[in-house]
């Protein structure tokens, strides 16, 4: 799985982000929830020609009959490969916005390619909280070590 992603994320392969979204199909439960992208940096998006996130969370939304929303806004362009724990934490804490008041009763689903220590899905989770999300779910293709 890991190779797949890397792929479709590095490479731009879109082809596999449709077995991606298939993949991510068969374990998420059977749930009406708003979908929602962690936001991709300005600069990567460029560099690869797609927000692969943004891909993903749209395909498996019209699959599953969902909104995809994007309701985060990226709010700096701070990479985290490579970089410690702490620092990952810091840059994720100051990564995301959002600036719509959200519906409590409404469950956002927010998608990620890969985990590596959560900051980027708590910090996002976080902000969602702030702008008035009840219910958040998290799904991420990829567990990194």
Known sequence: ??????????????????????LLDEVLPEIEVVAVPLPTIR?????RGLDHTLVIAKRLAKRRGWRCERLLRR??????????????????????????????GKVYLLLDDVWTTGSSMLAASEVLIKAGATKIAGAVLVMSK
């Open 1 to 22: 799985m890991d190779e797949l992603v890397k792929t479709y994320k590095y490479k731009s392969v879109r082809a596999i982000g449709q077995v991606l979204v298939e």
């Open 43 to 47: 600069r990567h998006v460029r560099e």
């Open 75 to 104: 709010m700096n362009d701070a990479v985290q490969v490579g970089v410690s724990a702490k620092k990952r934490k810091l840059q994720a804490e100051k990564a995301y916005r959002c600036d719509r008041v959200l519906d409590g």
